[in-house]
């Protein structure tokens, strides 16, 4: 289950950060593939800290005591999966949270409210972006770097509490 851990993190942050939020976010970023991947890669990371720090508790755990687990042909894969999914979300939601809010990554909202024309409300959830502008440019954040590291540091202790935690109760060894 190392293996799979490894490579659930490693392939879930890069198709979330080239994917998901640079290549999606490309126009709203300025244009530029390249400076959007510049401008989300932080915000992608601490996210992807929190989704693997839910997920690997209930993964290797349930997968570690229950058979029929790692088959992919197998409701209760899809079941554990789910379920890990769902524990990601709730332990990355504080992060996103507070990322969205200090703008270092954009909420869900139409293209409208978050750029590329359209009615803007008085007061936008995200700036709206001038050419060669990113709503992440450093010189727009309200938060200090000071912070911005706190929050990295936090995520990363989350997420190395969650591998004690599980290979505590589950067993890494296991497949």
Do not use: C
Not at 61 to 66: G, L
Not at 82 to 89: E, F, I, N, Q, Y
Not at 96 to 110: A, E, P, S
Not at 124 to 142: I, W
Request: aromatic share 8%.
């Amino acid at each position: 289950m190392w293996g799979d851990t490894i490579v659930e993190y490693v392939a879930g942050f890069a198709f979330g950060l080239l994917v998901f939020q640079a290549l999606f976010m490309r126009d709203m970023l300025g244009g530029s593939y390249l400076a959007a991947v510049e401008s989300t890669v932080l915000p992608e990371w601490l996210s992807m800290n929190g989704v693997m720090a839910g997920m690997v508790v209930v993964m290797v755990i349930i997968r570690s005591h229950a058979q029929g687990t790692t088959d992919v042909g197998d409701v209760r894969f899809w079941g554990v999966l789910s379920l890990a999914v769902l524990a990601g979300l709730v332990v990355a939601y504080p992060v996103n949270v507070w990322l969205v809010k200090n703008q270092l990554k954009h909420g869900m909202g139409t293209v409208r409210v978050l750029g590329n024309g359209g009615n803007r409300p008085a007061e936008p959830a995200a700036p709206v972006l001038s050419a060669g502008h990113s709503a992440m440019d450093m010189s727009k954040r309200r938060v200090t770097r000071a912070q911005i590291n706190a929050v990295a540091v936090l995520t990363l202790v989350v997420l190395a509490a969650a591998v004690v935690l599980a290979a505590v109760l589950g067993d890494f060894s296991a497949k």
